[in-house]
């Protein structure tokens, strides 16, 4: 590389001249680098021949700067703080301080404890940009594959091991009935699980809801009893369903904070180890940080996943 090339800077150059640049002192300049005077003024004349411009005045008894060499000590020092900062950052990202989490949840666990999961993580890594989209559980497996997402909030039947599944979450199931129903005014303790399927339900579709769809037909097998589906929908679209009186549905515990003025939720009995299951999954071989720290305010919000 010639060496009137301005590209042919390096930090080592600029380190000589800042030292000098703040003791006007060869001689101290050198100590404070660990080298002689010789090679020292060999590193300050080179650097001026790079940039074509002297940047000290000196004599046998002082060194001053000239304008330019004003201007470059500046400037190094701009670069020096740049430095300083882009290091930190680079740290933080990678302990997941700093940042961007992209996230996907399901329509129904938006009802779940992840608000205020997220509340209490913004709260704690301010400094990370978090990216929440809304999709079906089937979608995300491929959105975390091709790097779109860094994880997702998702249903089982979805979640392949390279996912790293893990659960965070095991809901009760409940029975969601217009508040006028004869059901909520003579079960509100709980309703047995065979009487809850001879309602008139609202069911899952399998396109859109398979998970949904699979767990109604796992209860209708524990009960003997074929579940009475007089039109399937989505979470929460079965909700308004429900409120316009056209059916019943078997719901996460979770979604009884929605349309409770004019909605009911019947604790369901007899359901044994059938709740409804949420896993956090992640991007094959991420390195994402913010993954663990999200992960870690979960685990405060419930306890261990593996055992919630």
Not at 77 to 97: C, K, P
Not at 137 to 145: F, G, H, K, N, V
Request: net charge neutral; proline share 6%; hydrophobic share 45%.
């Amino acid at each position: 590389m010639p060496q009137d090339d301005p590209y042919a800077l390096d930090a080592r150059l600029l380190k000589c001249f800042s030292v000098v640049a703040d003791e006007l002192h060869f001689g101290r300049a050198a100590r404070r680098l660990f080298m002689t005077q010789p090679p020292l003024s060999q590193n300050i004349r080179r650097l001026e021949t790079v940039l074509g411009v002297p940047l000290l005045f000196r004599n046998t008894r002082s060194v001053r700067l000239t304008a330019a060499g004003e201007e470059l000590k500046r400037r190094i020092a701009v670069i020096e703080r740049e430095l300083s900062a882009t290091a930190m950052s680079v740290r933080r990202v990678h302990e997941g301080q700093e940042g961007e989490l992209r996230i996907a949840l399901t329509p129904s666990a938006a009802y779940s404890r992840f608000p205020q999961c997220l509340y209490a993580f913004r709260k704690a890594y301010p400094g990370v940009r978090v990216e929440v989209s809304e999709m079906n559980s089937s979608e995300m497996p491929d959105a975390l594959r091709h790097g779109r997402l860094d994880m997702a909030l998702m249903r089982p039947p979805f979640a392949d091991e390279d996912l790293k599944p893990e659960r965070v979450l095991a809901e009760d199931l409940v029975l969601a009935v217009r508040s006028d129903h004869p059901v909520a005014r003579s079960h509100t303790a709980g309703l047995p699980l065979a009487d809850a399927l001879r309602c008139e339900l609202i069911g899952y579709s399998r396109s859109t809801s398979r998970y949904f769809n699979e767990m109604l037909q796992r209860l209708g097998r524990r009960a003997a009893v074929a579940p009475e589906v007089v039109q399937e929908s989505m979470i929460p679209t079965v909700l308004a369903l429900v409120e316009a009186g056209i059916g019943a549905a078997i719901v996460p515990a979770n979604l009884s904070r929605a349309r409770a003025d004019t909605v009911s939720y019947l604790p369901l009995l007899d359901c044994g180890d059938i709740r409804a299951e949420l896993l956090l999954a992640r991007a094959p071989d991420q390195t994402n940080a913010a993954v663990d720290n999200f992960r870690a305010i979960m685990q405060q919000w419930g306890g261990d996943p593996a055992s919630c």
